[in-house]
């Protein structure tokens, strides 16, 4: 016959184990509660950022086109020549990453350009086109200045 030491003791872990599972219950719904709200906020949140850039983006397009809208009226139509832009380039002794930034463009960018794997865009040309009227000190007073704002 089992001692009442012994029974006492399995019948109070038995009361604990239905307490503790009953606590565990309430915190699991609580926790199944708060995730489905963060999925919610992380949703809610990618979909503001896709907004944010959409909107970004069409700004910057609508921009972007009266640029090349303005350019295309006010100019006239302008030649690319991979040789002379780098002849161009070396004249005025400037890196291609230099001379990118200038353009607005990286200087792999411009190595590109150079090799006739690329061509500028159109809204890239008028800069192209004022960096032709520069001379060499003018070009690297500008090119240092814009190097020292990075």
Same mark, same amino acid.
């Given at each position: 016959m089992p001692n009442i030491a012994s029974i006492l003791k399995a019948e109070i872990s038995r009361v604990a184990?239905?307490?503790?599972?009953?606590?565990?219950?309430?915190?699991?719904? @609580?926790?199944?509660?708060?995730r489905?709200?963060?999925?919610g906020l992380r949703r809610q949140v990618n979909a503001l950022e896709k907004e944010l850039r959409n909107v970004a983006s069409s700004a910057g397009k609508r921009a972007v086109v009266s640029d090349v809208d303005? @350019? @295309?009226?006010?100019?006239?139509?302008?030649?690319?020549?991979? @040789?002379?832009?780098?002849?161009h380039r070396s004249k005025l002794g400037l890196s291609a990453a230099s001379y990118g930034k200038l353009v607005g463009v990286s200087?792999?960018?411009i190595y590109h350009w150079e090799s006739g794997k690329a061509k500028p865009r159109a809204r890239q040309m008028p800069a192209i086109a004022a960096m032709?009227?520069?001379?060499?000190?003018?070009a690297r007073e500008i090119a240092s200045r814009v190097m020292a704002k990075l």
């Open positions: 184990r239905k307490e503790v599972r009953a606590e565990i219950e309430t915190l699991k719904k @609580a926790s199944v509660h708060h489905a709200l963060i999925a303005e @350019a @295309a009226e006010a100019g006239p139509k302008r030649r690319f020549s991979p @040789a002379r832009l780098a002849s200087g792999q960018t032709r009227k520069l001379s060499k000190s003018q």
